[in-house]
Nanobody, 122 residues
Framework: QVQLVESGGGLVQPGGSLRLSCAAS????????MGWYRQAPGKQRELVAA???????NYADSVKGRFTISRDNAKNTVYLQMNSLKPEDTAVYYC????????????????WGQGTQVTVSS
């Protein structure tokens, strides 16, 4: 079993910054892709950014140039640095891990964290 634990959410003023972290733990060796999704009230969950174990990244158009995703493969941890935050960035942010190589030698898919609230407001 694999657990994802997020941290770093909170309340910030427009134009401010936050850094989210997500640490994976449990019976795993490595993770292929890790990413951040968000869900605002009344809206569908959407991809914010993703990164592979090799460092390839993908961003939603709405966050390009403002958010940066990174990861520490040795720690199975992914980060999301969010700068120039806007009120429309307000949402619950979820961490995702996909393609998890477990200690049994099998791959498992689509693990989710519990979510962390990010609120951008003056």
């Amino acid at each position: 079993q694999v657990q994802l634990v997020e941290s770093g959410g909170g309340l910030v003023q427009p134009g401010g910054s936050l850094r989210l972290s997500c640490a994976a733990s449990g019976s795993l060796f490595s993770i292929n892709a890790m990413g951040w999704y968000r869900q605002a009230p009344g809206k569908q969950r959407e991809l914010v950014a993703a990164i592979t174990s090799g460092g390839s990244t993908n961003y939603a158009d709405s966050v390009k140039g403002r958010f940066t995703i990174s990861r520490d493969n040795a720690k199975n941890t992914v980060y999301l640095q969010m700068n120039s935050l806007k009120p429309e960035d307000t949402a619950v942010y979820y961490c995702n891990a996909d393609g998890v190589l477990t200690i049994t030698g099998t791959y498992e898919y689509d693990y989710w964290g519990q979510g962390t609230q990010v609120t951008v407001s003056s």
